[in-house]
């Protein structure tokens, strides 16, 4: 059965530092999303793609984070400068059309130290 | 309160008990999804349940969805050790597809 893949499955890094999550969606999706999840808090939306370019974003989804889809199959979130705060599960998401079902992927940890 | 929010936050049951999971959100919606996460792991989509159907089924999980009331349920009929994990409700609301979290209900099946 297809699946959304993510890697790394952890990164540590500095603060300050700039770090790329990549993500290869389901083949046949068209929407892809990024969501976070700090330890211990609920599954937050940071952003939607479609057709090569952010649909909607959330207030979290500030100046320091991009998404990039640089090919047909990878899907990447940036954060340009990495704060302590910005530790937490990222999670790629893709589905095929409106209303269907959102696969997400195994998820991202990343903490800032 | 917010959009999407569980009760319980915990239960805990012992193996062969059925487990019901409540979810009440705010808006309209198109849908209602179901996810399972164990611990510190991804989001495993368990079920889907749109705004024009009252009651889903798959395996031994229920889904019902009450939109006057603006409320969910899951149900996990026969419960094993191996459901233990917290379980989600996100709404995909009206005139966006981004999903809503709610809080979760962390399940515990005792064997």
């Known amino acids: 059965e297809p699946e959304v893949t993510q890697t790394p499955s952890h990164q540590v890094t500095q603060m300050g530092q700039e770090v790329i999550l990549r993500c290869v969606p389901i083949s046949n999706h068209l929407y892809f999303y990024w969501y976070r999840q700090i330890l211990g808090q609920k599954v937050e939306f940071l952003v939607s793609f479609y057709n090569n370019e952010i649909s909607e974003k959330s207030e979290i989804f500030d100046d320091q984070f991009s998404v990039e889809r640089p090919d047909g199959s990878n899907f990447t979130l940036k954060i340009r400068s990495t704060k302590l705060e910005d530790s937490a599960m990222y999670f790629c998401?893709?589905?095929?059309?409106?209303?269907?079902?959102?696969?997400f992927g195994p998820g991202t940890r990343l903490l800032v130290l | 309160s917010q959009q999407g929010e569980e009760d319980p936050q915990a239960l805990s049951i012992q193996e062969g008990e059925n487990a019901t999971m409540n979810c009440s959100y705010k808006?309209?919606?198109?849908?209602l999804q179901w996810y399972r996460q164990n611990s510190g792991r991804g989001l495993v989509h368990l079920i889907l349940i749109r705004s024009n159907e009252r009651e889903k089924h798959s395996g031994r999980l229920r889904v019902t969805l009450d939109t006057s009331k603006k409320s969910s349920s899951l149900l996990i009929t026969a419960s094993r050790a191996a459901d233990t994990a917290s379980y989600f409700c996100a709404t995909d609301i009206w005139n966006t597809d981004k999903l809503i979290f709610g809080t979760g209900t962390r399940l515990q099946v005792f064997p």
């Open positions: 808006t309209s919606i198109n849908n």
């Open positions: 998401a893709s589905f095929s059309g409106p209303q269907e079902t959102q696969y």
